[in-house]
Every structure is written in C-alpha cells, then in structure tokens.
C-alpha cells in the first residue's frame, strides 16, 4: 500500500464521525476512588454459549487463571493467547468472552484468555509476570492440550502493551513458539521520553501500571525501548483520533528497523479502542483480523453451520 490508509475506508469515515459526534468523550479515572467507583459501574460481562472452562495454569513457579474456549465442531486448527483490555486497572477475561466465542467458531481455534493482576492493587511486573505464565504454560502443552502447536497472541490497548513485552521475554528465553500477534491501539512508551510518549498525559494511568518501578523506560514496562529484533510478524491496528496514534507509529517504525514483518492499519475518523464500537469501519478492523489470525493459526475455510 502507497498510503497508510486503505482508500476503500475513505466511504466510512461521514458514518464513523456521525458516530462519534453523538457521543461524549470519556475520560479514565484520576484517583483510586474514581477507579474503584469505575469499577463498582462496569456491567456484568456478556455471557456466552458454550461457556469457556476456568482454570488456572501454572509454569516456572508461578501460576495464573485462564478462560479456555475450545471449538465443538472440530479439533482446534490453532490456539489464540487473548490478553484483555482496560488500561491495566479495569476489566478481566470475562469481557471479552463473547469475542473470543466468536473467534472460535469462525475461525476453528481454540483461544486462552489470561485473568492477569490489575493495577494499581498489583503494579508492573505482576501482570506481565501473569501473560509470560500463561504463555510459558500454552507453549509447554499446546500440542498434549489442543493437538496443535500453531500459536498466536492478541491483545487490545493495554492488552497490547502486555502482548509486546510477552513476545519480548519470550525471545529472551530463547522461545519462538508464537507465529504471530495482532495489537490494537498499545501503549509502547509509558515513560514520557519520546515525543509520542509525552502525548500520554494521564499520570494516574502511568503510575497506577509502573508502581514504584524507578525508570519507566525500562523495556519491561515501556516496549518501544527494548530490543525488538527476533519477533513474530504483528498486525498492528490504531484509530487516525487515537491519542496514541503516535505511539503506535513510532513501535511500528522500530520494529521494521528491527526487521520485524510489520502490517500497519490505520483507520481514519476512529478514536481509541473504536474496534468496540457498533461502525462499520470497527467492523471493517475486525474483518481483517479475523482474516489475518486465520492465515496464521485458523482452518483453512469455515466450520460448516
């Protein structure tokens, strides 16, 4: 592509701004109250059928719960690691349980959904400790569990962040078990010394992750300064209104330097996380990941209905 942006989206961008202008922007918590009141609001996640097995996995020492959704009409073609999102402090694996069923039956796979700690109660490592758990146990058992040892990760805003320093610890294991990951809209420098880094202004947010870490710009906590040589090829997804646009070009940029295989899509008119929105250019993002996670771990065509 001559442009980051495919022109065939140029046709959705008056619905998407429609969208958006009738909507308020929000806003995350600025204190542990607002974060816990937040909290206390979020709705009950959506349930869905069949409902995944919950189990907590262990690997060197440590051990993590995990959703499990497994296909019912086929043995699993591949095994997505779903990593959630909400900012480090939100959330859980349940919500994202009705996306991952539908992962699942369009695409053949089975996904494990990882429960990691939440900030600020379990600051930097305790959730990337959580991911590289689950991962380490997936990479361990992928084949005994699934029949399959076609592996990918994914992961959305925060969840991103964590899919990033996975696959870096992982290299630095020396292990290459996952062929590929899609992140959405990540945060890859949570220390303020880039340009796009000082665009992040939320302090709460930074904190509550980084804890007490004494330098942000760790790689463990901010990617875009690790060594990023040796990764997997990653579908890189971000809205053209995200404040972390830039960001997110900046990661893309070092990880082609690093010789990363990179697949860059911007969407135009869409702010942060808009892959959860009800528009057709969400919907246009989700088609291609769907498409790019199954030419890396799905059947060959559809489960028969």
Same mark, same amino acid.
């Given at each position: 592509?001559?442009?980051?942006?495919?022109?065939?989206?140029?046709?959705?961008?008056?619905?998407?701004?429609?969208?958006?202008?009738?909507?308020?922007?929000?806003?995350?918590?600025? $204190?542990? $109250?607002?974060?816990?009141?937040?909290?206390?609001?979020?709705?009950?996640?959506?349930?869905?059928?069949?409902?995944?097995?919950?189990? #907590?996995? *262990?690997?060197?020492?440590? *051990?993590?719960?995990? /959703?499990?959704?497994?296909?019912?009409?086929?043995?699993?073609?591949?095994v997505l690691l779903e990593i959630h999102t909400g900012g480090f402090y939100l959330g859980s694996a349940a919500g994202s349980d009705v996306r991952n069923r539908r992962l699942v039956d369009d695409l053949g796979?089975?996904?494990?959904?990882?429960?990691?700690?939440?900030?600020?109660?379990?600051?930097?490592?305790?959730?990337?400790?959580?991911?590289?758990?689950?991962?380490?146990?997936?990479?361990?058992?992928?084949?005994?569990?699934?029949?399959? #040892? /076609?592996?990918?990760?994914?992961?959305? *805003?925060?969840? $991103?962040?964590?899919?990033?320093? #996975?696959?870096?610890?992982?290299?630095?294991?020396?292990?290459?078990?996952?062929?590929?990951?899609?992140?959405?809209?990540?945060?890859?420098?949570?220390?303020?010394?880039?340009?796009?880094?000082?665009?992040?202004?939320?302090?709460?947010?930074?904190?509550?992750?980084?804890?007490?870490?004494?330098?942000?710009?760790?790689?463990?906590? $901010?990617?875009?300064?690790?060594?990023?040589?040796?990764?997997?090829?990653?579908?890189?997804?971000?809205?053209?209104?995200?404040?972390?646009?830039?960001?997110?070009?900046?990661?893309?940029?070092?990880?082609?330097?690093?010789?990363?295989?990179?697949?860059?899509?911007?969407?135009?008119? *869409?702010?942060?996380?808009?892959?959860?929105?009800?528009?057709?250019?969400?919907?246009?993002?989700?088609?291609?990941?769907?498409?790019?996670?199954?030419?890396?771990?799905?059947?060959?065509?559809?489960?028969?209905?």
């Open positions: 592509m001559s442009s980051l942006i495919d022109p065939v989206l140029l046709s959705l961008v008056g619905e998407s701004r429609t969208f958006y202008a009738r909507r308020t922007p929000g806003h995350g918590p600025t $204190s542990e $109250s607002e974060l816990l009141a937040v909290r206390a609001a979020m709705p009950i996640p959506a349930e869905c059928q069949p409902s995944p097995s919950l189990e #907590t996995v *262990s690997a060197c020492g440590r *051990s993590v719960p995990v /959703r499990i959704h497994m296909p019912t009409r086929q043995a699993a073609a591949g796979i089975a996904v494990v959904s990882v429960d990691y700690r939440l900030a600020p109660e379990h600051p930097w490592p305790a959730a990337t400790d959580d991911c590289e758990t689950a991962a380490l146990w997936l990479v361990a058992n992928a084949e005994a569990r699934f029949g399959t #040892t /076609r592996l990918a990760m994914g992961g959305l *805003s925060a969840g $991103s962040t964590l899919v990033a320093t #996975t696959l870096i610890r992982l290299r630095d294991r020396g292990i290459h078990a996952f062929g590929g990951a899609v992140v959405q809209c990540g945060t890859y420098d949570l220390s303020a010394q880039t340009p796009p880094g000082r665009l992040i202004a939320d302090e709460y947010f930074l904190g509550a992750y980084a804890g007490d870490a004494p330098d942000r710009a760790d790689p463990d906590i $901010s990617p875009i300064f690790a060594e990023l040589t040796d990764l997997p090829p990653l579908l890189m997804v971000i809205g053209t209104e995200d404040v972390l646009l830039e960001d997110n070009l900046a990661m893309a940029a070092r990880l082609i330097a690093a010789g990363v295989e990179v697949d860059l899509r911007v969407y135009p008119a *869409s702010p942060h996380a808009f892959t959860g929105h009800e528009t057709s250019m969400a919907r246009a993002a989700l088609a291609t990941i769907d498409e790019w996670l199954r030419d890396q771990i799905g059947a060959t065509a559809k489960p028969a209905t």
